[in-house]
């Protein structure tokens, strides 16, 4: 009996409840957050952002993923040190991928004159 007793209590304390408005909440700014992108990428042209898409995008991105993450993973809730840890990935993988795409303009020009009769994806596949 003690044993049920004592696993019931464990759930209850690691267990994070959130109002059913909050979760909605979440789940519409999601949606509309995603909306959102795919306007933004149909309209591209029509809002002239030019090369400043890609920074909308990860933004965007970006606030989806920390929704996400505070709520649905109930790190709002979690210990300080988890947080640090969880936040400190988050931001080095933001980093990687920023840097990375950072010089993605750089060699546009170089992909699209290239012959596609000789692009390496033809080569691997089409043959």
Same mark, same amino acid.
């Given at each position: 009996? %003690?044993?049920? %007793?004592?696993? %019931? /209590?464990?759930?209850?304390?690691? %267990?994070? +409840?959130? +109002?059913?408005?909050?979760?909605? @909440?979440?789940?519409?700014?999601?949606?509309?957050?995603?909306?959102?992108?795919?306007?933004?990428? /149909?309209?591209? /042209? @029509?809002?002239?952002?030019?090369?400043?898409?890609?920074?909308?995008?990860?933004?965007?991105?970006?606030?989806?993923?920390?929704?996400?993450?505070?709520?649905?993973?109930?790190?709002?809730?979690?210990?300080?040190?988890?947080?640090?840890?969880?936040?400190?990935?988050?931001?080095?993988?933001?980093?990687?991928? @920023?840097?990375?795409?950072?010089?993605?303009?750089?060699?546009?020009?170089?992909?699209?004159?290239? +012959?596609?009769?000789?692009? +390496?994806?033809?080569?691997?596949?089409?043959?």
């Amino acid at each position: 009996m %003690s044993h049920n %007793s004592q696993h %019931s /209590e464990d759930h209850a304390y690691f %267990s994070h +409840p959130m +109002p059913v408005w909050m979760m909605l @909440a979440v789940f519409v700014a999601l949606v509309s957050l995603t909306v959102l992108t795919v306007i933004m990428s /149909e309209l591209t /042209e @029509a809002l002239m952002i030019g090369q400043w898409e890609l920074w909308v995008s990860m933004g965007i991105a970006t606030v989806k993923a920390l929704l996400v993450i505070f709520f649905f993973m109930h790190v709002l809730y979690d210990k300080s040190f988890n947080r640090l840890m969880f936040f400190s990935s988050f931001l080095f993988a933001a980093l990687f991928i @920023a840097l990375t795409l950072l010089d993605s303009y750089q060699y546009q020009d170089d992909i699209s004159s290239f +012959p596609v009769s000789e692009r +390496p994806d033809r080569l691997v596949g089409g043959q």
